[in-house]
């Protein structure tokens, strides 16, 4: 079946810094595939998605590449803000359902 | 012009309860589900629906009920409340296409004592 592995954590960084978040998956088709935020006290919301190899999604300064022959997905950002702190989801869909399958998410802290 | 809303937002209930939360949409969307998240934050789907008709629905015990009214709406029923309800559960919708964007709720804080 299909799986999303995250890097544990929390994550601790100081603002400014840059962060990487990993994710790697394993499905059997070729899924999409999505970074969602939480904020706390919050719903999940879409950060960004790619949806097929090679594609790289972006939005708020963050970035991810769709890396099918490492099948990963890291979350990337190069300088952090204290509002960046939250939750960070990767997931996936395969081809034909639309149901997410998540990691099982990181936290990340940013002090000032 | 929230997008998906769900009430109630807190549920404090004793083992043994029946229970209702209600999901709603105003985004057009055909699809919705119910994800649960547990106290690691894990989270997983429990069910979904496309036009009002059940698509998925993973290994979640019978005391759980989707039903779906319209399009808009998709209600979670739970009987029988027992301790390891106790999660946070979300609500979202989607067009129908694997990459469409879900769109979730703010989630229901489900507490069984």
């Known amino acids: 079946g299909n799986s999303v592995t995250q890097m544990e954590g929390p994550v601790t960084l100081s603002e400014e810094a840059f962060l990487t978040i990993n994710c790697t998956y394993t499905?059997?088709?070729?899924?999409?595939l999505f970074w969602y935020v939480q904020y706390p006290g919050e719903g999940l919301q879409l950060l960004l998605k790619a949806t097929k190899a090679d594609d790289k999604g972006s939005n708020k300064g963050f970035e991810a590449t769709y890396r099918k022959e490492t099948t990963s997905f890291h979350l990337e950002k190069g300088s952090v803000q204290v509002s960046d702190s939250a939750v960070y989801f990767c997931a996936l869909t395969e081809a034909g359902y639309s149901t997410l399958t998540f990691g099982k998410g990181t936290m990340l802290l940013v002090s000032p | 012009d929230t997008a998906v809303s769900q009430t109630p937002k807190y549920l404090v209930t004793q083992m043994g309860n029946d229970k209702s939360i209600k999901c709603e949409q105003n985004l057009g969307h055909d699809t919705m589900y119910w994800y649960k998240q547990d106290s690691k934050k894990f989270l997983k789907i429990m069910f979904s629906y496309n036009n009002k008709e059940l698509i998925i629905n993973e290994t979640v015990p019978n005391r759980f009920s989707p039903k779906s009214p319209d399009k808009a709406h998709l209600n979670l029923h739970i009987n029988s409340l027992e301790l390891g309800d106790s999660a946070v559960y979300f609500c979202?919708?989607?067009?129908?296409?694997?990459?469409?964007?879900?769109?979730f709720g703010p989630g229901t804080r489900l507490t069984v004592l």
């Open positions: 979202a919708s989607s067009l129908r296409q694997p990459t469409d964007t879900q769109y």
């Open positions: 499905a059997t088709g070729y899924p999409s």
